[in-house]
């Protein structure tokens, strides 16, 4: 359903941060891709960071990697899950980015020696990087997430971008979609429209109109509320769309098509409007809702009080449960809390352990003693980049007999690096954007563990680290049990290891939960619940 003009959606949020605007965005545009409309989603950070590459998880949560090796927000997460399209460096700009891109223009001399501004100079380049997916005319609808919230100085410039744009484009062509609180007092026993109403103020002292408000609550609407915020937020009473809590992100879309979100959304841009097949969208949420068996997972890292830290693992969970109709239950275990004396007692019950990714030494010797527990007790095991180099070091240690056996990363002098700095690696000083990032081909041997569950003898899979298996190592290892079964043809590198006299073990040192959607659950994924199911009804 091909549109001669490229349409624009603008998503901005009010009165608090972590409303969801992602997870609306997405959701929108599952219900506009179910009725056959392109659609791709790009998020606008407020931060001056490149990318969130070197950004502590907690603050940012998981960094995010994309095919084409960008380091971008957890958001474009949620948008390949639900919409099932892969991301690239264009979808997600950041502020650091922008101003980059102008200085280095103003030092070309592009600007012919005016004076840089924000307008136009900045609001230009923002304006460019929103207009860019459209151009390429693959898409028919593009959703633009602002980050941060309204009223944020650091927003001030993509606002303004944005009434640029809304005034450029006309109203067929471009919209503004206002997500807000509706908070409720419990001692008024009220739902309070106020700081809605101030909110919408705000962005209108920007030159923007809302067009439609998506109102997060805790609680129903009445229709008293929704004609009063239409009245005070000069919107349609049929705009103003209730997103109550849900049990799950994956009922947001369908809870936005009872709003008819996507009703008012398609009449604004003067588009046909088709009842969405979300046929398997449904067949998933119900394996979802009603699983017919249950696991306990253990994932083992160093940030799990913090969950967003590994957001694609834990969605990752859940397609693969949906999958095996399984619930899958994850219990966080904190890697710094783990020593020799503790280890049965935490692990001890678990029907699969997942050793999470990672940077840095704090924590990794309880990562160590948690694989050691696990391969001696036949428990099935999953290790994702450092937790399969921890995997590897732990095997070289206890199998090997090489006591001091460890990954430069963390010990530097160490005499038996098993995990050591990749070549191209050693001459970099700049920590941004420099690891090994992207998809890379890896060709699976067989039998195999991980031949079996992707059915393939070659893949991509995505990277980001800069320590690699040390390939000096690979006899020996192999020689006691461990065994290499997936290398990239292009450079030897070792990408997957596996025991295989072990019920299941594997550390793969990509990230598979990148590329686990709604509609394509991860293989290693689906194949481990399957393995810790498998382990639960054997005992």
Not at 399 to 406: M, P
Not at 423 to 429: C, H, V, Y
């Amino acid at each position: 359903m091909t549109q001669t003009t490229t349409k624009y959606i603008f998503v901005t949020g009010g009165v608090s941060s972590s409303l969801g605007k992602g997870i609306i965005a997405a959701s929108l545009a599952k219900l506009l891709q179910a009725q056959g409309y392109r659609v791709t989603i790009q998020k606008l950070d407020p931060y001056i960071n490149i990318d969130p590459g070197t950004l502590n998880p907690y603050e940012h949560g998981e960094c995010y990697v994309t095919d084409d090796g960008a380091e971008t927000d957890l958001d474009l997460g949620h948008y390949e899950r639900f919409l099932n399209v892969p991301t690239s460096q264009a979808n997600n700009v950041t502020t650091g980015r922008i101003y980059q891109s102008v200085i280095d223009k103003e030092r070309r001399g592009v600007f012919l020696g005016k004076t840089v501004q924000v307008i136009p100079h900045i609001t230009d380049e923002i304006k460019e990087r929103i207009k860019l997916l459209g151009l390429s005319g693959e898409y028919d609808i593009v959703i633009t997430e602002i980050g941060g919230t309204v009223g944020d100085i650091e927003s001030l410039p993509y606002v303004e971008a944005v009434r640029q744009l809304k005034w450029e484009m006309g109203n067929d062509n471009a919209l503004a979609i206002h997500l807000t609180l509706i908070p409720y007092l419990s001692a008024a026993g009220e739902l309070k429209t106020k700081p809605t109403q101030h909110s919408v103020k705000t962005l209108m002292e920007s030159g923007v109109q809302a067009d439609i408000l998506v109102c997060r609550t805790e609680h129903e609407l009445g229709q008293s509320i929704r004609t009063k915020l239409a009245r005070f937020c000069n919107v349609k009473e049929e705009c103003v769309i209730q997103s109550i809590d849900a049990s799950t992100i994956y009922d947001v879309p369908n809870l936005m098509l009872e709003e008819q979100l996507d009703r008012v959304v398609l009449k604004q841009l003067n588009l046909e409007r088709h009842q969405p097949d979300l046929t398997s969208w449904n067949t998933f949420l119900h394996k979802h809702k009603n699983p017919t068996h249950e696991v306990t997972i253990g994932l083992v890292g160093k940030y799990v009080e913090l969950q967003d830290s590994y957001k694609s693992i834990l969605e990752a969970f859940t397609h693969a449960g949906a999958a095996n109709e399984v619930k899958v239950v994850v219990k966080s275990i904190h890697s710094e809390h783990l020593t020799p004396e503790n280890t049965s007692k935490l692990l001890s019950g678990l029907n699969g352990v997942l050793v999470a990714p990672g940077f840095g030494e704090r924590g990794i010797e309880g990562k160590i003693e948690a694989i050691r527990y696990v391969r001696e007790n036949n428990i099935p095991f999953f290790g994702i980049c450092l937790g399969m180099q921890m995997a590897v070091i732990e095997f070289a240690r206890t199998v090997l007999g090489l006591s001091d056996a460890n990954s430069s990363e963390m010990n530097a002098s160490t005499k038996n690096p098993v995990i050591d700095l990749m070549e191209d690696q050693k001459q970099i000083e700049h920590m941004g954007g420099t690891m090994r990032l992207g998809a890379w081909r890896c060709a699976l041997s067989s039998p195999s563990i991980a031949n079996d569950a992707y059915q393939k003898e070659s893949i991509e899979e995505r990277h980001r680290h800069r320590y690699e298996y040390n390939n000096l190592y690979k006899t020996q290892l192999e020689e006691k049990g461990m065994i290499a079964t997936g290398i990239n043809p292009d450079t030897g590198l070792v990408e997957i290891i596996e025991i295989p006299n072990h019920p299941w073990f594997l550390g793969v040192q990509y990230h598979p939960e990148y590329k686990s959607t709604v509609a394509n659950p991860h293989p290693l994924f689906k194949a481990f619940i399957e393995a810790a199911l498998k382990q639960k009804t054997s005992i």
